[in-house]
């Protein structure tokens, strides 16, 4: 992939069902780089279980990063709440690491104190 990436999305799902087989990852123009991303998670996932990384703190909205919701796939602009998460955030979820929004920093917080006491 190129650096910065094209606009990506997931197209009809989340990054569980990009996970799990049953959803893409699409760039505007079309392309498909479910593989891409997937592949970008499993390293991420790769350097926490390194460094016994147990909370992550990621961007919001990202096919990728999204903890919270992402865009449905559209390139519209409509968000996919509730279900929408990025395809690194799930991973990371599933393995047991939690994952928090950049908006979520006071909760991120608790959540470091209550695993260090």
Do not use: W
């Amino acid at each position: 992939m190129s650096i910065p990436r094209k606009p990506a999305e997931i197209f009809e799902g989340s990054g569980s069902s990009v996970l799990d087989g049953e959803a893409d990852v699409v760039e505007k123009g079309g392309s498909i780089v479910t593989d891409d991303f997937i592949s970008g998670a499993s390293v991420v996932l790769e350097l926490c279980k390194k460094f016994n990384i147990e909370i992550a703190i990621l961007a919001e909205s990202s096919p990728s990063c999204g903890s919270s919701f992402i865009y449905d796939g559209s390139f519209s602009g409509n968000r996919n709440p509730g279900t929408g998460m990025g395809v690194t955030a799930a991973l990371l979820r599933r393995h047991g690491i939690k994952v928090f929004s950049q908006h979520e920093i006071a909760d991120a917080n608790k959540a470091i104190h209550a695993t260090s006491a």
